[in-house]
């Protein structure tokens, strides 16, 4: 299905790596987001993005960085200052970045640290 | 700051049984608030945003800024309800989640 489309699902780091996660969509949406999705912590926001070549920090910005070069595209890096980086990312769109816009969710990248 | 809280990790109800899934939140002015869910293998989706006053699968929430509150009610649950339920809210920034209440409908 289309929409938004995260890759790899799974990805491994080793110590001292960086590593960057991509999110492609494709519903022509000018805003959007990283969260990272921890076991009873819900979802912390990362970064975000609501025009190209523009991006504002998130909760828990430290050991992470984003581009916005394309609408369609916003990868996010995970950085080896990240310490503790195992945990599971989702990025998201909305149309305009409104405030009640509903969030398009793509389907996760698990990264694990070797 | 914007927060959420979810108070209850897991919330565990008989089929047919009313369903009452907790959020509170805390923000200086006028949030705007929803309520996204997650069931097993499925993406993360909208279920329903107070503007909209709809109702969704049945569940309805009310905002309710006295208590700043915006339970997510069901009055008789089903074994297809069952999934990872996440209150949010949007204030000055993105999208503010609580930490999710994993409801379970036992038949």
């Known amino acids: 299905d289309g929409g938004i489309t995260q890759s790899p699902k799974y990805l491994f780091r080793k110590e001292g790596q960086n590593v960057t996660l991509s999110c492609e969509q494709n519903?022509?949406?000018?805003?959007m987001y990283w969260y990272r999705q921890d076991p009873g912590q819900g979802l912390r926001l990362i970064y975000y993005?609501?025009?190209?070549?523009?991006?504002q920090k998130g909760d828990i910005a430290e050991g992470y960085s984003v581009s916005r070069e394309k609408k369609e595209s916003f990868p996010l890096t995970v950085t080896s200052a990240q310490k503790n980086p195992t945990a599971f990312y989702l990025c998201?769109?909305?149309?305009?970045?409104?405030?009640?816009?509903?969030?398009?969710f793509g389907s996760g990248t698990q990264l694990s640290v070797l | 700051a914007q927060r959420v809280t979810q108070p209850e990790k897991l919330l565990s109800v008989f089929k047919g049984a009313p369903v009452e899934l907790k959020c509170n939140y805390s923000?200086?002015?006028?949030?705007?608030l929803f309520w996204y869910v997650q069931y097993s293998r499925q993406r993360l989706q909208l279920l329903l945003r107070?503007?909209s006053r709809e109702s969704i699968k049945g569940f309805t929430a009310d905002l309710n800024k006295g208590e700043t509150s915006f339970h997510l009610k069901k009055p008789f649950a089903q074994e297809e309800d069952s999934a990872m339920y996440y209150c949010?809210?949007?204030?000055?920034?993105?999208?503010?989640f609580g930490s999710g209440t994993r409801l379970q409908v036992q038949p």
């Open positions: 949010a809210l949007t204030g000055r920034r993105a999208l503010t």
């Open positions: 519903l022509n949406h000018d805003a």
């Open positions: 998201a769109s909305s149309p305009q970045g409104g405030r009640a816009e509903k969030l398009f």
């Open positions: 923000y200086s002015g006028s949030p705007e």
């Open positions: 107070h503007i």
């Open positions: 993005s609501q025009i190209v070549n523009d991006f």
